[in-house]
């Protein structure tokens, strides 16, 4: 079948959206196991910095993923995942996903900072009741840290695709209002040509606009059974950000979304100096929402400075006493360095190679690891 896409002109002035319903007799969607949606009731609450997070960790686990950003408010998975300057190929029947990584086996994570060694704890995220989704009271997640060399299980494909990458400049998102917006991101939901791909985490825009009532439409109609997994819904402890984040659960109810489950993110703070962590907001708001709407707390995510260092900078994050010399090269107190450059590039290397690194890779080893149980059906998915 030729797609519609077939000559596509990405500008949105030139851009042809089609005039009727188009069967998919082939659709993208159909080399996808399960369809993620991360949620949140408002932005800069870290949806793309969780889903990218949650990516990583399924590929580390194995998982062969797929990201699709269609968040044109504030999209920022291709600098997340540093594909900017990427641009996305046409195929015959629809685009391609840019490759981020490659199924392979990593090599062994180069030696951590003795600092981080000492401070090593076991996977931190909250241990969570299954039967009311509850969490008991506990302390906040210690920063997970790499003790062990990974073993040489080979780590699954990355590929993504952000609505940002066809617009010609960032300023363009103004100019894609209301239907239009809508259609094309109808149309990119199908569109894409996937490779086989065990995970499909979709970035959407925060709040319960027209657009998440198109996807919800499409991704309902044209998801094959069993394909659409439902939502985890992101907040932060503020209570703000938790009553925005209550609209989203009703929305998926009404919707008929499953919510898979609440990550409540920026929960206490890691001291990338020290390790010791302050509560920022307050905590507790997503335990408490998840815990009033009957959905399953998933776990909280600390802010970890090094996390804004891997992806701003392309650095493997170092913890312990990290000092700038003032030549953008840290050193932490063993002398391990880090290269700063100061033309903003990035080091070489992948990310979810650096992410090994990163504190936040046990917490959310302890989340996927929730999740692929939930979806995959070892655990029961109602909370
Ligand atoms: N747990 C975290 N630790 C440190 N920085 C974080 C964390 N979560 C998000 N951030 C940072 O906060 C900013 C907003 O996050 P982002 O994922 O873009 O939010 P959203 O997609 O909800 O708008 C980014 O600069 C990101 O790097
Ligand atoms: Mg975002």
Same mark, same amino acid.
């Given at each position: 079948?030729?797609?519609?896409?077939?000559?596509?002109?990405?500008?949105?002035?030139?851009?042809?959206?089609?005039?009727?319903n188009?069967?998919?007799e082939?659709m993208?969607?159909?080399?996808?196991?399960?369809i993620?949606?991360?949620l949140?009731?408002?932005?800069?609450v870290g949806?793309?910095?969780i889903?990218?997070?949650?990516a990583?960790?399924?590929?580390?686990?194995?998982?062969?993923?797929?990201?699709?950003?269609?968040?044109?408010?504030?999209?920022?998975?291709?600098?997340?995942?540093?594909?900017?300057?990427?641009?996305i190929?046409?195929?015959?029947?629809g685009?391609?996903?840019?490759?981020?990584?490659?199924?392979?086996v990593?090599?062994?994570?180069?030696?951590?900072p003795?600092?981080?060694?000492?401070?090593?704890?076991?996977?931190?995220?909250?241990?969570?009741?299954?039967?009311?989704?509850?969490?008991?009271?506990?302390?906040?997640?210690?920063p997970?840290?790499?003790?062990?060399?990974?073993?040489?299980?080979?780590?699954?494909?990355l590929?993504?695709?952000?609505?940002?990458?066809?617009?010609?400049s960032?300023?363009?998102?103004?100019?894609?209002?209301?239907?239009?917006?809508?259609?094309?991101v109808?149309?990119?939901?199908?569109d894409?040509?996937?490779?086989?791909?065990?995970?499909?985490?979709?970035?959407?825009?925060?709040g319960?606009? +027209?657009?998440?009532? #198109?996807l *919800?439409?499409?991704?309902?109609?044209?998801?094959l059974? !069993? @394909? $659409?997994s &439902?939502?985890?819904?992101?907040?932060?402890?503020?209570?703000?950000a938790?009553?925005?984040?209550?609209?989203?659960?009703?929305?998926?109810?009404?919707?008929?979304?499953?919510?898979v489950g609440?990550?409540?993110?920026?929960?206490?703070?890691?001291?990338?100096?020290?390790?010791?962590?302050?509560?920022?907001?307050?905590?507790?708001?997503?335990?408490?929402?998840?815990?009033?709407?009957?959905?399953?707390?998933?776990?909280?995510?600390?802010?970890?400075?090094?996390?804004?260092?891997?992806?701003?900078?392309?650095?493997?994050?170092?913890?312990?006493?990290v000092?700038?010399?003032?030549?953008?090269?840290?050193?932490?107190?063993?002398?391990?360095?880090g290269?700063?450059?100061?033309?903003?590039r990035?080091?070489?290397?992948?990310?979810? +190679?650096?992410?090994? #690194?990163? *504190?936040?890779?046990?917490?959310?080893e302890?989340?996927? !690891? @929730? $999740?692929? &149980?939930i979806?995959?059906?070892?655990?029961d998915?109602?909370?």
């Amino acid at each position: 079948m030729r797609s519609r896409l077939d000559n596509h002109n990405p500008s949105p002035k030139n851009h042809v959206l089609p005039s009727h319903n188009i069967l998919h007799e082939a659709m993208s969607l159909d080399n996808v196991k399960h369809i993620v949606l991360v949620l949140s009731g408002k932005g800069g609450v870290g949806k793309s910095s969780i889903t990218t997070q949650l990516a990583l960790s399924l590929s580390l686990a194995g998982k062969s993923v797929g990201i699709l950003d269609i968040d044109l408010t504030g999209p920022s998975i291709p600098r997340l995942l540093g594909l900017e300057s990427a641009k996305i190929t046409q195929a015959p029947g629809g685009w391609l996903p840019c490759e981020v990584h490659k199924e392979q086996v990593l090599p062994p994570i180069p030696t951590p900072p003795p600092s981080q060694a000492q401070n090593g704890t076991s996977n931190a995220t909250p241990a969570t009741n299954p039967t009311n989704g509850t969490t008991a009271p506990q302390q906040p997640p210690e920063p997970e840290v790499q003790a062990e060399p990974d073993t040489d299980a080979p780590i699954g494909s990355l590929h993504a695709i952000s609505l940002a990458l066809l617009l010609p400049s960032r300023s363009s998102a103004i100019v894609w209002r209301g239907p239009k917006k809508t259609a094309m991101v109808r149309q990119f939901l199908t569109d894409v040509l996937w490779p086989p791909t065990d995970y499909l985490l979709i970035d959407t825009p925060p709040g319960t606009s +027209d657009e998440h009532i #198109s996807l *919800a439409e499409t991704l309902l109609s044209k998801s094959l059974p !069993g @394909q $659409l997994s &439902g939502a985890v819904i992101v907040t932060t402890p503020q209570a703000v950000a938790v009553s925005d984040v209550r609209k989203e659960v009703n929305f998926c109810g009404k919707v008929g979304i499953e919510v898979v489950g609440v990550v409540e993110n920026m929960s206490g703070f890691v001291c990338e100096c020290c390790g010791e962590e302050a509560n920022l907001f307050g905590k507790g708001g997503g335990e408490i929402m998840a815990s009033d709407f009957g959905v399953r707390f998933l776990g909280r995510v600390p802010v970890d400075g090094q996390w804004g260092v891997l992806v701003e900078e392309g650095r493997r994050p170092v913890y312990g006493k990290v000092e700038s010399n003032g030549e953008g090269r840290y050193a932490d107190e063993e002398g391990n360095v880090g290269e700063v450059d100061d033309k903003g590039r990035r080091e070489d290397g992948l990310l979810v +190679d650096k992410y090994r #690194s990163c *504190a936040l890779r046990g917490v959310f080893e302890g989340i996927t !690891g @929730q $999740l692929i &149980g939930i979806i995959e059906g070892q655990l029961d998915g109602n909370g």
